[in-house]
T-cell receptor, first 117, second 113 residues
Framework: GAVVSQHPSWVICKSGTSVKIECRSLDFQATTMFWYRQFPKQSLMLMAT?????????EQGVEKDKFLINHASLTLSTLTVTSAHPEDSSFYIC?????????????FGAGTRLSVL | GENVEQHPSTLSVQEGDSAVIKCTYSDSASNYFPWYKQELGKGPQLIID?????GEKKDQRIAVTLNKTAKHFSLHITETQPEDSAVYFCAASEAAGGNKLTFGTGTQLKVEL
C-alpha cells in the first residue's frame, strides 16, 4: 500500500515552455501533498504544500507564479513549471500524506527529472 | 524554524559490518522522525520512523534511537549488505508546523564486498 505515482519521470523541454508534473496517490486519499526540489547530491528542499480544494502554501523564496500547484482531488496534485528556463532544471519530487493513518507519514513519488534546454 | 544536521556525509563499511548515521534537530517541538533511503534517480523510500514518545524502534536489521533531551536520533543498520548502498536522509516534523518535514543533508552509504 501507500503508493505515490509521479509522471512523467523525465522531461526535456525548450526554454520558455511550460511543463506539468502529476502526482497521484494510488491506493489512499491525500488531503495534503508536498512538492520538493532536489539538486544533485543535495537534500530535499520543500517548495510548497498542496492542500486539496484550497490554495497551496509556498515556502519562502519560491515563486508561486512560476510554480503553479493545483490539488483538485484527494488523489491528484499537479505542479506546472511556467516559462521554464535552464536554471529550473532539477529533480522534482512529490509526497503525499495518508488521510486515514498517522498524520505525519509522507510517502514519496519516484521523482521527475526536468531538463530545460 | 527547524534545522536538522546529519553526519557523516559519506560512510563506507565492509559487508556484514554495522553502520550508524546520526542526526540532531533544533526544535524541541518536533515529534516525528522518519528515515528515508534514496537510490540514484529515485524518490525517497521510508525505511523506519520514530515518534517522540518512544526511545527506540527496531525493524529487522534497522533500528532507530531517539534522545529527546539531547535532541538527536540515530539510524543503525546491522549486517550490512551491498543493496543497502544508497543515500540516507533523516528528517524531523512537528504538528504545529503543518507536519512539514525538514530533511538532513544526507549520508552516502557504501557497503563494500
Amino acid at each position: 500500500g501507500a503508493v505515490v505515482s509521479q509522471h512523467p519521470s523525465w522531461v526535456i523541454c525548450k526554454s520558455g515552455t511550460s511543463v506539468k508534473i502529476e502526482c497521484r496517490s494510488l491506493d489512499f486519499q491525500a488531503t495534503t501533498m508536498f512538492w520538493y526540489r532536489q539538486f544533485p547530491k543535495q537534500s530535499l528542499m520543500l517548495m510548497a504544500t498542496s492542500n486539496e480544494g484550497s490554495k497551496a502554501t509556498y515556502e519562502q523564496g519560491v515563486e508561486k507564479d512560476k510554480f503553479l500547484i493545483n490539488h483538485a482531488s484527494l488523489t491528484l496534485s499537479t505542479l506546472t513549471v511556467t516559462s521554464a528556463h535552464p536554471e529550473d532544471s532539477s529533480f522534482y519530487i512529490c509526497s503525499a500524506r495518508d488521510l486515514a493513518v498517522a498524520k505525519n507519514i509522507q510517502y514519496f513519488g519516484a521523482g521527475t527529472r526536468l531538463s530545460v534546454l | 524554524g527547524e534545522n536538522v544536521e546529519q553526519h557523516p556525509s559519506t560512510l563506507s563499511v565492509q559487508e556484514g559490518d554495522s553502520a550508524v548515521i546520526k542526526c540532531t534537530y533544533s526544535d524541541s517541538a518536533s515529534n516525528y522522525f522518519p528515515w528515508y533511503k534514496q537510490e540514484l534517480g529515485k524518490g525517497p523510500q521510508l525505511i523506519i520512523d520514530i515518534r517522540s514518545n518512544v526511545g527506540e524502534k527496531k525493524d529487522q536489521r534497522i533500528a532507530v534511537t531517539l534522545n529527546k533531551t539531547a535532541k538527536h536520533f540515530s539510524l543503525h543498520i546491522t549486517e550490512t549488505q551491498p543493496e543497502d548502498s544508497a543515500v540516507y536522509f533523516c528528517a524531523a516534523s512537528e504538528a504545529a508546523g503543518g507536519n512539514k518535514l525538514t530533511f538532513g543533508t544526507g549520508t552516502q552509504l557504501k557497503v563494500e564486498l
